[in-house]
């Protein structure tokens, strides 16, 4: 409390009087100008402010036209951060968040925490308990989500059972409201030029999958220990039908690879487990930015591309090397590590 009331003060002592405000506000060039003024200048963030830029803009309406929409478009910008702080505090639970920030998209902006924080010392400084409590009930929400976020960032680190566990333990990260929340904030970046546009949208596209496969993973592994479980489990196909079809094919250097193989088997050169181990190295071979952040183990990732060979051999052989085929895809899919990892390696393809 101490920090806060020598912040007080030093705001008090520092900040410009309410004439220098609008001043400043007259002589500011766009909406990103004034929202720093905003943040900067507790003048600037009092009631009233925008009436009397509207004032003064019906005073000059006979003299200067440029005068004027500036100082139209400046009240209208006060009135807009005003009103996006205002919906803030009215958040209560995920779904008044997502709300709240698809009417102001400009909520998802850098700057719009610390304006927040500036109407709350506003608020501590005139004794509003009521919208101090608000306040900090709504910053409790989006904490949360930055909580989550950053345990979706870091899932690879879990061992796939552990994280669907987490997954279904948790209230928000199952939250469809949570997921489409960061699918807003990956297209407001996206208008905004921002490089981290893309890894929000597929930090939605991650979680959204995992949150449907999850249930069933953790059904599975509970069922294999022993425990109860009743009736068919119900396992989504974690990507899009078309994905799903052609999971195998991986990438186009592994698709060449693994026909090639698959001629060496058809010709008699090679056996299928020969093929199956070099199918298994490619990724130690090629190593890539994406697998190297899935956070899978070794074991794991040979796995999946020893069944992908086996998959496009099934495709393009003749019977009698089908049929060894066949048996050694079977022995391969009663691995733990097929039943369980590789449901999560297909989500994160």
């Not at 600037?44 to 925008?50: C, K, L, T, V």
């Not at 004027?68 to 009215?90: K, P, Q, S, T, Y």
């Not at 909520?107 to 501590?124: I, K, M, Q």
Request: aromatic share 8%; hydrophobic share 40%.
């Amino acid at each position: 409390m101490t920090n806060i009331t020598s912040r007080l003060q030093a705001i008090k002592a520092t900040s410009a009087s309410r004439q220098e405000v609008l001043k400043q506000i007259w002589k500011t060039r766009g909406p990103d100008a004034l929202f720093r003024l905003l943040e900067r200048e507790p003048a600037a963030r009092e009631n009233g402010i925008a009436e009397e830029l509207r004032g003064e803009a019906s005073e000059l309406a006979l003299y200067q036209t440029s005068a004027v929409e500036r100082l139209v478009e400046m009240a209208e910008a006060i009135e807009g951060f005003r009103e996006a702080v205002d919906r803030f505090a009215c958040v209560e639970t995920m779904a008044d968040l997502l709300e709240a920030y698809k009417a102001r998209p400009l909520c998802h902006g850098t700057n719009f925490n610390r304006l927040v924080g500036a109407f709350w010392l506003d608020a501590l400084r005139d004794g509003d308990t009521t919208m101090v409590a608000n306040l900090r009930r709504a910053m409790r929400v989006l904490s949360k989500v930055y909580a989550a976020m950053q345990e979706i960032s870091t899932s690879g680190r879990l061992k796939p059972e552990d994280w669907a566990r987490k997954i279904v333990a948790s209230e928000i990260l199952r939250d469809p409201k949570f997921h489409e929340f960061i699918d807003s904030r990956a297209h407001f970046l996206a208008t905004q030029n921002n490089p981290h546009a893309e890894a929000f949208a597929k930090l939605a596209t991650f979680i959204r999958t995992c949150s449907r496969v999850a249930p069933g993973i953790v059904q599975m592994k509970d069922r294999n220990d022993g425990a109860p479980i009743e009736g068919p489990i119900k396992v989504h196909i974690p990507v899009s039908p078309e994905h799903a079809e052609l999971w195998f094919l991986v990438s186009r250097d592994f698709g060449k690879l693994a026909e090639g193989l698959a001629n060496d088997v058809a010709s008699g050169s090679r056996t299928i487990q020969n093929c199956m181990d070099e199918a298994a190295q490619f990724a130690a071979r090629n190593p890539s930015p994406h697998q190297l952040d899935a956070g899978d183990d070794e074991k794991t990732i040979e796995i999946f591309l020893a069944s992908a060979f086996l998959e496009q051999l099934l495709r393009l052989s003749k019977p009698p090397v089908i049929v060894d085929a066949l048996e050694a895809y079977a022995r391969l899919s009663e691995t733990g590590y097929w039943s369980i990892r590789c449901l999560f390696r297909l989500c994160r393809h």
